[in-house]
């Protein structure tokens, strides 16, 4: 397994011509995940590592030899792994664990299907091709959802060792690079992803699906991270795979063709879409102003600030609500309207909607969708074609809500700052604006939470050199108590504490060993003096 190594992205070309398109749907009773092309049946409650996952597998090298990672089954000749796994390797066995009794089989490297890990982190995925074939039902449902913070999955790796296997159970963080998710243990007692795990299917505990590839691991013990491809990134390296892939895009065709826009405009629109960790948030977009908002869309999506941007002219609520709930993988009930499924469970997403005056109806696609969207702690965008346009009073009362909510909580942590003025005065000047013209308003939160954030990152350093700053103070006046105030010897360290101690942004450490370096110093100095003194009076 790589611990965020590089590798050079090697030229691939991708065929076509592999005959594994077409996934069974699932027998039994359950939910119902809904997805744009229809809906499918997922295990009752929800999946937990003790049930049997048959398309886990194995990888080994050779028939008796060492274990190199895992797999999964994507295809009854199919199995997806990392690249990292079978670099090198001319006779990779397949394991299918999961399943007693199964036999072991050969596998082949499927030519023009490897990716390696490339810069970013990116890629790092490998289809092999199975000499004999395995059962329909074995095979896994890959999944494309937003990412969505602490979502609960689990993985099963083959440490060595443990050939058997051992389960650990994760969360879901957040991007990391261009492609990669990173990944937590969900407690201090969880089994850590290392060696033998690379290549092991990602689980969604709510719906059993595979949300991506165990690619990285980094460190151990409380610090332990891992990594993890997502389905939609798979699927972009491997097209061939695309009829194994269920869930929303995400992204409408509005959205992937558009025209260029003025920099500046796009600049700040992308910012905003990316500050998914600034909670819920509102923006809404006027007439030519979504000309940057699209393309926006279109660079944020590289970089996973979008979950989903929807054209929703003529569309109605439960459609909306509908791509919402598929996208974020809420299973439904045969019973449950989409609309009162994400009222129950709204997931913190980042949606655009493109003309909503436009919707078959604006007013309660803005009450009953965005509003929901918004309590979740999603981040919301607003297209308007015209302005006054049905829905745009719905939306400007909803923003104005937020605002006002937004910056009842900015107070609060202004007035928590030791020094806070000049924020205080920035945050009454928005005040007044939003009284004025919260839409407006509403653009500006972001760069004055940024504000808050710094200023409270300041106060955090400060705190923790108080301590170091008493100290440099107690030594200095040491030195003068002995007679060292103009001792040449302490002038250069006593002026490297001062100046860690007034570095922006301050270093802690730099500051306590500059601090030290000085009282030691001081110390030395005294001695020194104490010696000459004791010698003069012999």
Known sequence: MPVLRGFLRHGATFSTSIAIVGCAPRRGGGARVTSGSGSRQVPAGPHAPAARERWRVRVRRGWDGPVLGAGVLVGPEHVLTCAHVVAGVEDPVVDAVEVPGSPSCRARLVDGMCVPEADGPSGD?????????????HVAVLRRMAVTRDRPVHAQ?????LDHGVWTRLTLFGHSGAEWLQMNLRSATEQQVRVGYSGAGV?????GDVLGLVVARYGAGEAALSWMIPVDAIAAHLPVLAGRVVGDTGIDPLFTDVAAAPAGDVGWVLDWLRHRGRGAAVLVALGEELAAVRQAV?????GGGVDLALD?????????????????????SEVERPSERLRADAPPVTVVLDGVDEAEEPVALVDDVTRVVLGGGGRIVLGFRREGSAGASAAAALVAGVVGT???ALARRVDALPD???????????????ERDPVLAARWLDEFEGGVERAERRARRERAVEDDRGLLEASRAMANDAGLEEDLGLAEPYRRAVAALGADPVDPRAVHAAVTAYRDAVRSAREAERGREGEEDR
Do not use: K, N, Y
Request: charged share 30%; net charge positive; no cysteine.
């Open 125 to 137: 995925v490998a289809l092999l091709r199975l000499d004999a074939p395995r059962p329909e039902e």
């Open 157 to 161: 790796g083959f440490p060595q060792g």
């Open 203 to 207: 689980t969604d505990d709510a719906t």
């Open 298 to 302: 279109a660079a944020a999506d590289r």
């Open 312 to 332: 929703v002219r003529g569309r109605g609520v439960e459609e909306v609500a509908r791509r919402i709930v598929d996208r974020a993988g809420l299973p439904t």
């Open 406 to 408: 937004r910056l009842a």
């Open 420 to 434: 806070g003025t000049d924020l205080q005065l920035r945050l009454l000047v928005l005040r007044q604006a939003a």
